[in-house]
DNA sequence: ATCCAGGAGTCCG
DNA sequence: CGGACTCATGGA
């Protein structure tokens, strides 16, 4: 087992809260208050148990304890899936002076944002969830991992593996129009695939750039990635506060809520709405998304 | 049936 | 850059 104090700000349960909001979910389980998540560390398939107890995040192996770099491999994982490396104090300072960001900030305090920590995942699961309601987009992405992924059975539950780039890379559009992809998600998916495959897309050269325009830019150069899903990963996936998927449907819902309003907010109003997020916008869209969920 | 959903590409000025 | 149009498929 190992240990992972978590940082100031850190409400385990709240994580849980988001990371049960589907139950299409078949990438992690949730049961009696522990997190399992499979992971693939050094060709090696890996049974994450994750709870909190003694007010640390406990890891724990339940198929056998991996080598012991693999297991700090798992360790920085769950650090990076529940961005513990981030310090929320500025946050919930800026929140404090904004009325509906204070109403939420003390609601959920203590949730982090859950990441996708895979940069595939990441970006093929935005471009799946384009202008499709969210449960659809849940069937389509259950379909995909269950045709393309890797999956192990331990004790009577299955565990998913999302499928990889390399594997997606070689299969053809039909094989994902099958799964009722449209014509254009099927050729995004297939196209993010060869560009990972050719080395010209990566995480670590991403990270590196550690610019919100650069990446921005970069990422939007893709075919199928626009300024949302450009955002949506960067938020996700790449750690950039200032990410700030402003179009976004599910944010215009939670302010329409959140403010009584009889319509959804125009661009400008956002904007204007905005404008005290500065550095943190990243965190106010996760933090009213999470609203939504009852 | 009708509206719309965690948009993107293209064309056009 | 910003607007208008098109695509595409299922949920409620």
Redesign the pocket.
Same mark, same amino acid.
Do not use: C, E, P
């Given at each position: 087992m190992i240990e992972i104090n978590p940082p100031e700000d850190f409400n385990f349960k709240e994580c849980l809260v988001f990371l049960g909001r589907s139950d299409q979910e078949l990438l992690h389980k949730i049961i009696d208050g522990y997190v399992f998540k499979l992971l693939k560390v050094d060709k090696e398939l890996v049974l994450l148990k994750i709870g909190y107890k003694n007010d640390a995040i406990q890891v724990e192996f339940p198929m056998g304890e991996p080598a012991l770099g693999a297991q700090k491999m798992a360790a920085k994982y769950v650090v990076d899936w529940f961005d513990l490396d981030q310090d929320l104090a500025g946050f919930y300072e800026i929140a404090q002076k904004d009325q509906m960001l204070h109403r939420v900030v003390s609601k959920y305090r203590g949730l982090r944002m859950i990441g996708i920590p895979d940069l595939f995942e990441a970006l093929t699961w935005a471009i799946m $969830?384009?202008?499709?309601?969210?449960?659809?987009?849940y #069937?389509l992405r259950k379909r995909f991992v269950e045709r393309f992924g890797e999956s192990l059975t331990f004790e009577g539950e299955t565990y998913w593996l999302y499928p990889t780039f390399s594997r997606i890379a070689e299969i053809d559009a039909d094989a994902l129009?099958e799964l009722?992809f /449209?014509?254009?998600k099927a050729e995004y998916v297939i196209g993010v695939s060869r560009a990972m495959v050719n080395e010209e897309l990566s995480k670590e050269d991403l990270l590196r750039m550690e610019d919100y325009q650069q990446i921005h830019v970069y990422l939007?150069k893709l075919? $199928?990635?626009?300024?949302? #899903?450009?955002d949506?990963v960067m938020m996700?996936c790449l750690h950039q506060r200032a990410a700030f998927p402003i /179009?976004?449907? $599910?944010l215009h819902?939670a302010v329409k809520i959140q403010l009584g309003l009889e319509r959804k907010p125009t661009l400008v109003e956002l904007k204007v709405m905005a404008a005290g997020w500065k550095g943190w916008e990243a965190y106010s869209v996760f933090y009213l998304?999470r609203s939504l969920y009852v």
């Open positions: $969830g384009q202008q499709i309601n969210l449960t659809f987009a #069937t129009r009722q /449209t014509a254009r939007t075919r $199928g990635i626009g300024s949302w #899903t450009a949506y996700k /179009t976004d449907v $599910g819902n998304w």
